[in-house]
């Protein structure tokens, strides 16, 4: 624990010195990225939520299903919390695209990889904002009959809901702003930084 605290701090002392990010492109656009949630702060709850997950099913087999790509660091640190016999697969939506904001045309564009049937189903997400996309996967697992269905979210953004979806779990309730890191991207980037934090888009930069 203290190497890997060590290692968080020294990652976030590297952010430190540049939360301004300039992408290569054409239009020079000015991005900022304001911490949210700490590094500490997010191993910290995944740990707890790991313990309430298996106090729940104190005996059963789980099988974590990680939703694409955003929940795999989520879904890499809960499943090394969670005691007991686990499995793994992965399914893929697309709802966003390089966008801020979600099409609300949710898209399979990746299938589990086996059954679910007749088994415990942890769906793990990284952030539960419009619910459209959750509850679309609901639909589809709830058809493939598995014993029951629970949800873990890192992320829960309530002012965004439009769907009557909710999750059995949640890390964090956030506002409603575009947040970036632990997975979570901004047309692709950003996935790798070890906080949770606010995206701001500025102007273009003068040349």
Do not use: W
């Not at 499943?79 to 893929?92: H, T």
């Amino acid at each position: 624990m203290l190497r890997a605290a060590l290692e968080c701090r020294s990652f976030e002392n590297i952010m430190a010195k540049s939360t301004r990010y300039k992408p290569k492109s054409k239009s020079k656009t000015q991005e900022s990225v304001r911490t949210l949630i700490s590094c500490e702060d997010i191993q910290r709850r995944v740990g707890q939520m790991a313990q309430e997950i298996r106090r729940d099913f104190p005996t059963e087999a789980l099988h974590l299903v990680a939703v694409l790509k955003g929940s795999v660091f989520f879904l890499t640190d809960l499943a090394r919390q969670i005691s007991g016999d686990i499995s793994l697969d992965f399914i893929a939506v697309s709802s966003y695209g390089n966008r801020t904001e979600t099409s609300g045309e949710v898209k399979l564009t990746r299938d589990l990889d086996s059954s679910i049937e007749g088994k415990t189903v942890i769906v793990v997400e990284d952030i539960l904002d419009t619910g459209m996309t959750l509850q679309y996967l609901l639909r589809v697992f709830e058809q493939r009959k598995p014993r029951r269905i629970r949800v873990a979210v890192l992320l829960d953004k309530p002012e965004r809901r439009l769907a009557k979806v909710r999750a059995d779990y949640v890390g964090f309730t956030i506002p409603n702003e575009f947040v970036v890191g632990y997975g979570l991207d901004y047309a692709e980037r950003y996935r790798n930084l070890c906080d949770v934090g606010v995206l701001t888009l500025g102007t273009k930069v003068k040349k």
